[in-house]
Every structure is written in structure tokens, then in C-alpha cells.
């Protein structure tokens, strides 16, 4: 392996995916006293991205664009998606405005993320350094549009049954 890249997709024989080989996505170090993004445990899905900047989140509704200290090259065939940390949803109302902010392989810059602040009442620090999104690499599924006059009930009841959850 390169320096500068990093191995995704954890080997996990206990949940049948052994034979999968891990993807290497390049990663340009913009911070180099960051550490590089990390899963917190094997087989998790989620890569931890880090603060590279200390920010304010007013409450109510506070946002903020936070730059991470990285750019990655994610391959053909790949995209990511940052997502919000649900330790920080939870315990402090923060969140992320585009969930799941994707980003496709093409784009070479650094990732940034923008946050929000839903506590009504607390204002949130952000520090440098701190873990505030995860980052999922996932397959892109190639598609393409079968234009028909009725959709087949299989695919109706789907919809019906996702239209009717509140």
C-alpha cells in the first residue's frame, strides 16, 4: 500500500465477507497533524472525520462549514457519503444540513462539512480535532430507466406502504 492511502472495507470472516478485498481510496493529507480517518472498531461502516478548524454552532439552527484536512480520489465505480455522528445528534442536537452529503469520485477537493445546531437553547463548540461526521464508501449501482404504463402491484404496494409512514 501507498502512503497516503487508506483500506476500506474491513475484512470480517465472522460476517461472511472474507473473500471481499478492501478498497484503497487515495487520501491527500491537507493537515498532517489531523490523524488520518479511522473506523472505531473492525467492520464498522463509518469512517470518523475530524475538525480541522474550531468552530461555533449558535443554537437554533447555528451553521457552520467545517474543512476536514483531507481530499480523497475515491475510485470509479465508488462514492461516499458523509453522514451525521449519532453520539453528537444525541447528546448535543448537532447534526448535518445535507444528509447524506455525497460525494462522487471525481471530486478531488477538500471535504468539508456543513453542520447544524439543533438545541433550542445551547450554543456548540466545535474543536479542532474533534470526530464530526463518518464518512461510507459504498458501490454505485449502475441504472437505467424502463419507462412502462403501470408499474406491477409488487411495486405499487411499496410505494403505497412508504407514502402511508408518518
Do not use: C
Not at 471481499?20 to 493537515?31: A, C, G, H, I, Q
Not at 409488487?154 to 406502504?161: D, K, T, W
Amino acid at each position: 500500500m501507498r502512503a497516503g492511502s487508506i483500506v476500506l472495507g474491513v475484512t470480517n470472516s465472522s460476517a461472511g465477507n472474507s473473500s471481499r478485498k478492501p478498497t484503497n481510496v487515495p487520501v491527500k493529507r491537507l493537515d498532517l497533524d489531523l490523524p488520518l480517518p479511522a473506523t472505531a472498531h473492525a467492520g464498522d461502516a463509518g469512517i470518523d472525520l475530524y475538525a480541522r478548524v474550531d468552530a461555533l454552532l449558535p443554537a437554533r439552527g447555528g451553521r457552520v462549514l467545517v474543512a476536514t484536512g483531507i481530499a480523497v480520489a475515491i475510485p470509479i465505480g465508488f462514492f461516499g457519503q458523509v453522514v451525521p455522528r449519532s453520539g453528537l445528534a444525541l447528546k448535543h442536537g448537532i447534526s448535518l444540513v445535507n444528509t447524506p452529503g455525497i460525494i462522487d469520485s471525481g471530486y478531488r477537493g477538500e471535504l468539508q462539512v456543513i453542520m447544524i445546531n439543533t438545541d433550542p437553547v445551547n450554543d456548540y463548540q466545535v474543536k479542532r480535532g474533534d470526530r464530526i461526521a463518518q464518512l461510507i464508501i459504498q458501490e454505485v449501482v449502475a441504472t437505467t430507466w424502463q419507462v412502462v404504463d403501470e408499474l406491477t402491484a409488487m411495486i405499487a404496494v411499496v410505494a403505497l406502504a412508504t407514502r402511508d409512514v408518518k
